[in-house]
């Protein structure tokens, strides 16, 4: 089994940091891409941005130029710096991965999703 947990989400003011980190435990061989996603209240989950097992990334354009995603491949964790945040950037932000094959095997996972990390920013 190949889980997903999220870190490093808090209460943060308005023009400040946060680094969120996502780290894939089990029996993994390779992750495809992988993504941050959030949630805020009443609102569609959407993409933040993702990156590909071989560092080509996509930014949400609201989070261009601010976030930044990368990843260690052989620690299968991944990461999302953001900076100058905003009160919108608030949300639960979630972290996927599209396909994970398992070790030693031609096996796949597929879509797997963490169970989130609330990011507040206050004006």
């Known amino acids: 089994q190949v889980q997903l947990v999220e870190s490093g989400g808090g209460l943060v003011q308005a023009g400040g940091s946060l680094r969120l980190s996502c780290a894939a435990s089990?029996?993994?061989?390779?992750?495809?891409?992988m993504g941050w996603y959030r949630q805020a209240p009443g609102k569609q989950r959407e993409l933040v941005a993702d990156i590909t097992n071989v560092g080509m990334t996509n930014y949400a354009d609201s989070v261009k130029g601010r976030f930044t995603i990368s990843r260690d491949n052989a620690k299968n964790t991944m990461y999302l710096q953001m900076n100058s945040l905003k009160p919108e950037d608030t949300a639960v932000y979630y972290c996927?991965?599209?396909?994970?094959?398992?070790?030693?095997?031609?096996?796949?996972?597929?879509?797997?999703w963490g169970q989130g990390t609330q990011v507040t920013v206050s004006s």
């Open positions: 089990g029996r993994i061989g390779t992750i495809d891409t």
């Open positions: 996927n991965a599209d396909r994970v094959r398992i070790q030693s095997t031609t096996k796949y996972y597929y879509d797997l």
